[in-house]
């Protein structure tokens, strides 16, 4: 059975940070490629992080030096630490495979997401 749940979403003020988490099926999680995207209201969905079996990680340019992925195997959880959050980060947030997400048949599993939102 395949989960992925992300969790740790919410308001937070320009300037302000947050922790995201997501737990993944372990049959899925296992010495994969995994990454943090985002669906800005209106947009499409991007690739902002990503974390290999062996901890490399990749950013995004638009948020290089402000978020932080990491992975813990023992909890099959992937983290996104943001911090000096901008109002162009708000968007949902989502949890996946890389570079391609998670398949079930011929569709793609996605988690619900979790929103982030920075306003002042």
């Known amino acids: 059975q395949v989960h992925v749940v992300e969790s740790g979403g919410g308001l937070v003020q320009p300037g302000g940070s947050l922790r995201l988490s997501c737990v993944v099926s372990g049959n899925i999680f296992r010495g994969a490629f995994m990454a943090w995207y985002r669906q800005p209201p209106g947009a499409p969905l991007d690739l902002v992080a990503s974390i290999t079996s062996g901890g490399s990680t990749n950013y995004a340019e638009s948020v290089q030096g402000r978020f932080t992925v990491s992975r813990d195997d023992a909890r099959n959880t992937v983290y996104l630490q943001m911090n000096s959050l901008k109002p162009e980060d708000t968007a949902v947030y989502y949890c996946?495979?890389?570079?391609?997400?998670?398949?079930?048949?011929?569709?793609?599993?996605w988690g619900q997401g979790t929103q982030v939102t920075v306003s002042s």
């Open positions: 996946n495979k890389a570079p391609r997400p998670i398949r079930l048949g011929a569709m793609e599993y």
